[in-house]
């Protein structure tokens, strides 16, 4: 588990930071993170409008090679291609850094230990329901880290959250092992884990069309389908249940 922390340190929380091209360059586990996602677009989305940047070398380094990789991401979202990495950007990534996208703790901000609460606490609970071991959770996200959601996170890592809880290594594992689930999505949204959820709507059988990573009419209607066979509220937005019904969806 502490593979990130060993080979790029220091240990700095994603989406903790702007990233760009400077002097000395940025450095950290941070950027690992990033450089894994980026190579993540890469492979999942289907509808590319220009090729993709192909592979970037994780290096915990952000230099050149990741910062065009980062313009591609960008222009393929219909951001402003800068090569800066800041909310808009990790937003597309599935990562909320600030209001109105985040009330309360930012996923990654703090440590978490058995009985914490809060709005990160949900986000946790949101992306084991996209893990093989979503299977451990057996309720959509509370926002309270109860036994439940402990075992399920054990499981994932192969190992317990040190004396700490979950920091550090932990989240560098969240980060690059699930898909979604740090944000509510609807109609309009655009991302990475867009993409993700149409690739699980996919696999399920509600949702046809390419992985492309934009929420349209066409992904609302398999989100809706989706919410209308698993008995919760068919209005087509993702939230703790439809991320729940999204984790047992051909399981």
Not at 133 to 151: C, E, M, Q
């Amino acid at each position: 588990m502490g593979r990130f922390e060993t080979t790029f340190a220091p240990f700095v929380a994603f989406g903790s930071r702007t990233l760009a091209l400077r002097e000395p360059p940025a450095a950290g586990t941070d950027v690992a993170v990033l450089q894994s996602l980026l190579n993540r677009a890469a492979g999942l989305l289907e509808s590319c409008h220009s090729p993709g940047p192909g592979e970037v070398a994780v290096t915990g380094v952000y230099l050149e090679e990741t910062a065009a990789a980062v313009a591609w991401l960008q222009a393929y979202f219909r951001l402003p291609p800068t090569g800066v990495v800041e909310a808009a950007t990790y937003l597309c990534l599935g990562q909320a850094v600030r209001l109105p996208a985040v009330r309360g703790p930012v996923f990654g901000s703090r440590p978490l230990r058995p009985g914490d609460r809060g709005a990160d606490v949900a986000v946790l609970q949101n992306r084991l329901h996209c893990t093989p071991v979503r299977g451990l959770l057996t309720l959509p996200a509370s926002g309270f880290l109860d036994a439940a959601t402990w075992k399920a996170l054990t499981a994932f890592l192969g190992e317990r959250p040190g004396e700490r809880g979950l920091d550090g290594a932990a989240y560098d594992a969240l980060w690059t092992g699930t898909g979604a689930g740090g944000r509510v999505l609807f109609v309009g949204h655009a991302g990475l884990d867009v993409a993700w959820m149409q690739h699980r709507l996919r696999a399920a059988g509600y949702y046809p069309g390419p992985l492309h990573g934009f929420f349209d009419l066409a992904t609302e209607r398999a989100v809706r389908a989706l919410q209308a066979t698993e008995g919760i509220l068919a209005d087509g937005v993702v939230g703790p249940e439809t991320y729940w019904a999204l984790g047992r969806a051909g399981a």
